[in-house]
């Protein structure tokens, strides 16, 4: 049996602009270590707002269980942490088990992609080893590591990203559209070096797409989501299952 990192029930998260809004529903998903997961859904569906909330950078408005064990040990109740404002209990868990990759990719303009990828590490105050460059060479950016990230094409741009998400260890990666900027041809192989590196690292992805065709290359395990209008109709609700 393998342990479970997310157990999430009846976890809901509402965006209201004036009378119109988004109410996002997650009845019940568990993700278990070492699964590839896939948020997969139209622009708007929610995506965003379940990695912010599982990056543990967003307060759900309800949760009945927000449970993380990211490493199986004692899970922590995320939600206990939120309602007692343990914001520094929050940040230990998403510094030390979680990278999150964005869209853009992220990276301090003014610093050299060795500084960017070396960020997370500092921030543990972990030791100058070769993980760094064994990282970088297995995402083919080593010849990159002293420039600044805008001299770095798109796809390079997001291996460095890639590689600052990784570079401290985590067990979680969260990576939300990282390749959706990108060509196809290029995004696939960005993909699948990623997917070769996390499975021997015995890593949990969790990634959000829009791109059917994408996810099911990948062999990812698809959340399944469905969205309408509710009550009255002025709420689009949007709910993830597992
Ligand atoms: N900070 C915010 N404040 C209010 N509404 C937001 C905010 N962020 C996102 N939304 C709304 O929440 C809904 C879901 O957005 P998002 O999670 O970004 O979807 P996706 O990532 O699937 O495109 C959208 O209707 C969006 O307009
Ligand atoms: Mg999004």
């Known amino acids: 049996m393998t342990s479970i990192v997310y157990s999430l029930r009846n976890v809901v998260k509402e965006r209201l602009v004036e009378n119109a809004g988004f109410r996002l529903k997650v009845p019940s998903i568990d993700i278990h270590a070492g699964e590839n997961i896939a948020l997969v859904g139209h622009s708007g569906c929610g995506k965003s707002t379940l990695m912010d909330i599982l990056a543990l950078v ?7 269980r927000f449970l993380i064990d990211p490493v199986d040990g004692e899970a922590d109740d995320i939600d206990d942490f939120w309602r007692r404002k343990k914001r ?8 030390q088990h979680i990278g999150y990759v964005l869209q853009s990719g992220g990276l301090l303009p003014y610093l050299s992609v060795r500084e960017n990828i070396e960020l997370p590490r500092k921030l543990l105050k972990l030791p100058d080893d070769d993980s760094i460059n064994s990282i970088s060479r297995v995402l083919g950016i080593h010849r990159q590591l002293d420039k600044l990230p805008g001299l770095l094409s798109a ?11 990784l570079s401290h260890r985590p067990s979680i990666l969260l990576a939300d559209e990282p390749t959706a900027a990108l060509d196809p041809i290029t995004a696939r192989k960005i993909m699948a070096v990623v997917m070769e590196l996390i499975k021997g690292l015995k890593i949990t992805l969790i990634t959000a797409s829009h791109d059917w065709a994408h996810v099911y290359r990948m062999d990812l395990r698809v959340l399944r989501q ?7 109709g002025r709420i689009y609700e949007s709910t993830f299952r597992d």
């Open 58 to 64: 967003l307060h759900p408005d309800k949760a009945d």
């Open 88 to 95: 520094n209990r929050l940040s230990r868990i998403r510094k």
């Open 155 to 165: 796809g390079e741009r997001q291996r460095a990203a890639f590689a600052r998400a």
């Open 226 to 232: 469905e969205a309408g209008p509710a009550e009255d």
